[in-house]
């Protein structure tokens, strides 16, 4: 049974209506799919979007975090020159 709800849920949208090259939207994360259907959905839906988007989010931020840290460890050990 699904539990009844009272408010709607407010789409995640932030304005960057750009999307990246795997088809997300870069602010909200969202599929086109998701972004063009978000009203017909219903709140349980909504909420399983909401979820899905929350884990690209973090999977994009740790990915762009291995990233940098993989070009600031590259940048502080240059190659030893020959040492004779």
Do not use: H
């Not at 999977?59 to 020959?82: D, F, H, M, V, W």
């Amino acid at each position: 049974m699904e539990q009844l709800e009272f408010f709607q849920l407010q789409s995640p949208c932030r304005g960057i209506c750009q999307t990246d090259n795997r088809g997300y939207c870069m602010g909200c994360m969202r599929s086109r799919e998701e972004r063009f259907g978000w009203l017909q959905l219903s709140p349980t839906e909504q909420r399983n979007v909401i979820r899905l988007c929350r884990q690209r989010m973090i999977r994009k931020i740790r990915a762009e975090r291995a990233l940098a840290a993989e070009n600031k460890s590259g940048e502080q050990t240059p190659p030893q020159g020959e040492l004779f």
